[in-house]
């Protein structure tokens, strides 16, 4: 299979590995259980692959579209957190389902979101230029977002060592990383054929992260689901307006289609399996459940994606 086949085909990819997980989890929760310790390993790994494909040293290039970046900004930092603060009031009564609904829905996705902004006819490209950008502005709005949001007696749930540090290892230290490869990429032959190897690894990555995330996690979801039940609206919320917010504010800056369905596209995509480690890094007796909301966040995304790709270039026409 050549590397283009293996893109084309791997949104098929994607769900044969979330029915094994979903199967294996809750055929064999205890063995399942134990994939939890590759969760963060592997996420890195693919943050790493991910980051190589993105033109990092020409993010200047990427910023040039002022009228895209402002509409993606104003859409996931200004209006979405507006509506995620709306639709989490209910959530206040359950300290763990209310962290973990704001974490998953506060951060933009910047990894699969490109693959369903390329399907959904959406300026993919413009999307990945961007990631940077979205990634260093959730990592300095998250902690201001949660403050806000949580119920003062809550404020004591988060602490900001276990945040650093999932930060660090999973974003910063595979950024910088794949920074410094696509630098020494221009001057080594060597390191050039370690950089296109890698153009192989995101999408075998992203079904190697879906299969310990969910496999992991689906019996704890599964046994869970009657806690649960109250974030599920929340949810459903979310997948129905996004996706008119980011076309509000691409409608706002005048974009044309294909960067109107890529806002859309963004505003509509949370960072689910970055943000997990971080639910999983909260105190013992909130962080299963948390981690539980944050992946059923995960699972009713991935079918809304599949809903997104036919509704948003319907929606946001040429």
């Known amino acids: 299979m050549s590397r283009d086949s293996l893109e084309r085909h791997q949104i098929p990819l994607y769900v044969v590995a979330v029915l094994l997980a979903v199967v294996g989890g809750l055929l064999m929760p205890a063995s399942a259980q134990r994939l939890e310790a590759w969760v963060t390993p592997l996420i890195a790994v693919l943050m790493y692959a991910m980051f190589l494909q993105i033109p990092l040293l020409e993010l200047r290039q990427g910023l040039r579209d002022r009228r895209f970046i402002g509409a993606l900004l104003l859409a996931n930092f200004v209006l979405l957190p ?67 949001m949580l119920p003062e007696h809550s404020g004591s749930l988060i602490t900001l060592g276990p945040f650093l540090q999932a930060f660090a290892g999973l974003i910063v230290a595979p950024l910088l ?48 689901i009657d806690r649960l039940l109250p974030v599920i609206p929340v949810y459903v919320g979310f997948l129905l307006l996004a996706p008119l917010t980011g076309a509000l504010a691409a409608r706002l800056f005048r974009l044309p289609g294909a960067t109107s369905r890529a806002v859309t596209f963004s505003a509509s995509t ?27 966040q995960t699972l009713i995304e991935l079918l809304g994606e599949l809903i997104y790709i036919r509704a948003i270039p319907a929606l946001l026409r040429d």
């Open 177 to 224: 990383l794949a920074g410094l490869t696509c630098a020494l990429a221009r001057r080594s032959r060597t390191v050039g054929r370690w950089h296109a190897a890698w153009a192989w690894l995101p999408v075998p990555a992203m079904a190697a992260v879906l299969i310990v995330v969910i496999g992991s996690q689906v019996a704890t979801v599964a046994a869970d």
């Open 82 to 148: 507006c509506m995620v603060w709306v639709l989490t009031r209910g959530l206040v009564p359950h300290p763990a389902l209310l962290v973990g609904a704001l974490l998953v829905l506060l951060a933009p996705c910047i990894d699969y979101v490109v693959v369903f902004t390329h399907l959904g006819k959406g300026d993919a490209r413009a999307v990945l230029a961007a990631t940077p950008l979205l990634l260093l502005i959730q990592l300095a709005m998250l902690p201001f977002y949660l403050t806000v």
């Open 270 to 296: 949370r960072n689910s399996l970055v943000v997990l480690p971080l639910a999983l890094a909260l105190p013992e007796d909130i962080r299963v459940l948390a981690a539980a909301a944050v992946m059923m």
